[in-house]
């Protein structure tokens, strides 16, 4: 069982940044996609960026790329999520998820979900 932790959310004002950080309990991501999700009210989770532990690979949705950068912290079997150039569109819960790779962008493809954590965006 994987257990899945994020920290680091807050507010911000726009084109500021904020680094959002997850953390993993019960066993390493050795093997797993991870993955952040985000969700504005009323609207559906979307995906934001994946990474895949085992060669690092990354991919990003469209809408963060070149903003937002995700990362991996081997020693403290972490994922974070650096966002530069905050827009006000950006507000939202945000999530951490992961699943056994392959890596994938669609949410209901993950096994395991953290609590998430707002990040709220002033213009």
């Known amino acids: 069982q994987v257990q899945l932790v994020e920290s680091g959310g807050g507010l911000v004002q726009a084109g500021g940044s904020l680094s959002l950080s997850c953390i993993a309990s019960?066993?390493?991501?050795?093997?797993?996609?991870v993955a952040w999700f985000r969700q504005a009210p009323g609207k559906e989770r979307e995906f934001v960026a994946a990474i895949r532990w085992s060669n690092i690979y990354t991919y990003y949705a469209e809408h963060v790329r070149g903003r937002f950068t995700i990362s991996r912290d081997a020693a403290k079997n972490t994922v974070a999520l650096q966002m530069n150039s905050l827009k006000p569109e950006d507000t939202a819960v945000y999530y951490c998820?992961?699943?056994?790779?392959?890596?994938?962008?669609?949410?209901?493809?993950?096994?395991?979900w953290g609590q998430g954590t707002q990040v709220t965006v002033s213009s």
């Open positions: 998820a992961a699943k056994i790779v392959p890596l994938v962008t669609g949410p209901d493809q993950y096994n395991y």
């Open positions: 019960g066993r390493t991501f050795t093997g797993y996609a």
